[in-house]
């Protein structure tokens, strides 16, 4: 489920470039405080790794960059996506019920809330990206540090390592009971991929963007397109909507 969340403000809405830990805060602050702290603090386990399991878009607006911000005017758009239906009604309810909420420094309300619910019926869908796609492993270097590789789509490993992940997912929420390993998922670009650095918390991240077709199973598929493709999802990545 899809959830867009239309904003406006008296003052301009001001972010750093680098924001995404921004609006991850301000959504944790937005949602029920015992879901919060869940999400914030354990979230969905499985084999060792940990699953909040919702994702958000850049934000969306008729921006100009000032320097090292960027400046939104009055008005901006948020897309936050998650398969958690306890999650969505907690978004969706403190959107409404607030009449001052804060993306940083910026006071703002909610002007306007739309509701999607993107189904996947078919085992291949056409995405645009919301938010970069991110997708990488960690290695251990000979002195024991941890090294961090990045992917990009037609590179080695790339599909594989989104369809791993997705099947994590799945099991976290127990979404599939059996069948899981068949097919592969494959990622196709369709036109130019865009390569983006971003700054989260001081830690540079590499993801991309663009249009493509992804095949595979269509319970994979739908949980990428309601929790995200690749890693890093509640950090703001991998949001996608269908075309």
């Given at each position: 489920?899809?959830?867009?969340?239309?904003?406006?403000?008296?003052?301009?809405?001001?972010?750093?470039?680098?924001?995404?830990?921004?609006?991850?805060?301000?959504?944790?602050?937005?949602?029920?405080?015992?879901?919060?702290?869940?999400?914030?603090?354990?979230?969905?386990?499985?084999?060792?790794?940990?699953?909040?399991?919702?994702?958000?878009?850049?934000?969306?607006?008729?921006?100009?960059?000032?320097?090292?911000?960027?400046?939104?005017?009055?008005?901006?758009?948020?897309?936050?996506?998650?398969?958690l239906?306890?999650?969505?009604?907690?978004?969706?309810?403190?959107?409404?019920?607030?009449?001052?909420?804060?993306?940083?420094?910026?006071?703002?309300?909610?002007?306007?809330?739309?509701?999607?619910?993107?189904i996947?019926?078919?085992?291949?869908?056409?995405?645009?990206?919301?938010?970069?796609?991110v997708?990488?492993?960690?290695?251990?270097?000979?002195?024991?540090?941890?090294?961090?590789?990045?992917?990009?789509?037609?590179?080695?490993?790339?599909?594989?390592?989104?369809?791993?992940?997705?099947?994590?997912?799945?099991?976290?929420?127990?979404?599939?009971?059996?069948?899981?390993?068949?097919?592969?998922?494959e990622?196709?670009?369709?036109?130019?991929?865009?390569?983006?650095?971003?700054?989260?918390?001081?830690?540079?991240?590499?993801?991309?963007?663009?249009?493509f077709?992804?095949?595979?199973?269509k319970?994979?598929?739908?949980?990428?397109?309601?929790?995200?493709?690749?890693?890093?999802?509640?950090?703001?990545?991998?949001?996608?909507?269908?075309?």
């Amino acid at each position: 489920m899809q959830i867009s969340i239309s904003f406006i403000s008296e003052k301009n809405i001001v972010l750093p470039i680098h924001y995404n830990n921004i609006i991850q805060a301000f959504i944790y602050n937005n949602i029920d405080n015992k879901l919060s702290r869940f999400l914030h603090d354990k979230g969905y386990i499985t084999n060792g790794r940990s699953f909040k399991m919702f994702t958000y878009s850049r934000v969306i607006g008729d921006w100009r960059a000032e320097e090292d911000r960027f400046n939104f005017g009055k008005k901006a758009k948020l897309i936050i996506s998650s398969p958690l239906d306890n999650f969505c009604k907690s978004v969706a309810n403190s959107m409404l019920q607030s009449n001052h909420l804060f993306i940083g420094q910026n006071s703002i309300q909610t002007e306007r809330i739309q509701i999607d619910n993107q189904i996947v019926d078919k085992d291949e869908i056409i995405i645009d990206t919301l938010s970069p796609i991110v997708v990488y492993s960690t290695f251990i270097k000979p002195d024991n540090s941890k090294y961090t590789c990045y992917f990009m789509p037609r590179e080695p490993d790339f599909n594989r390592l989104v369809k791993e992940n997705l099947v994590r997912k799945c099991n976290a929420v127990n979404t599939i009971t059996n069948g899981i390993g068949e097919p592969n998922v494959e990622v196709i670009p369709l036109g130019k991929v865009r390569q983006h650095l971003t700054y989260y918390k001081k830690t540079i991240v590499k993801g991309a963007s663009g249009r493509f077709l992804i095949k595979g199973r269509k319970e994979l598929l739908q949980i990428g397109v309601d929790a995200g493709f690749g890693s890093k999802n509640s950090q703001g990545f991998g949001c996608v909507k269908i075309i």
